[in-house]
Nanobody, 132 residues
Framework: QVQLVESGGGSVQAGGSLRLSCAAS????????MGWFRQAPGQEREGVAT????????YYADSVKGRFTISLDSAKNTLFLEMNSLKPEDTAMYFC?????????????????????????WGRGTQVTVSS
């Protein structure tokens, strides 16, 4: 059973930074991707950043390119999301995820709503609030 536990969320002012962490346990090795997704109130869950666990290839939503960085510490089974230059529109619940199957990581990033929710194991999320 896969378990994902996010931490590091909080409230910051616009322009600030946060670093999210996701501690993974259980059967986590049989996967090709890990990723971060977010969901704002009244909105669909959407991709933020994904990466291939066996390489340095990363993928980002256009809205976060140049501001967010995803990384994986394989030895510690921990996924990170470094978020800089935060904007109020980044306010959302952020979720760590591991796909159930083997989608291409760039394609998985583009899935939204029910399609992406049904595609993965999820943590409970960590809230990020950015004030102007």
């Amino acid at each position: 059973q896969v378990q994902l536990v996010e931490s590091g969320g909080g409230s910051v002012q616009a322009g600030g930074s946060l670093r999210l962490s996701c501690a993974a346990s259980g059967y986590i090795y049989d996967t090709n991707c890990m990723g971060w997704f977010r969901q704002a109130p009244g909105q669909e869950r959407e991709g933020v950043a994904t990466l291939y666990t066996g390489s340095s290839n990363t993928y980002y939503a256009d809205s976060v390119k140049g501001r967010f960085t995803i990384s994986l510490d394989s030895a510690k089974n921990t996924l990170f999301l470094e978020m800089n230059s935060l904007k109020p529109e980044d306010t959302a619940m952020y979720f760590c995820a591991r796909p159930v199957s083997y989608p291409p990581c760039g394609t998985w990033l583009e899935w939204r709503g029910k399609q992406v929710i049904d595609s993965a194991y999820w943590g409970r999320g960590t809230q990020v609030t950015v004030s102007s």
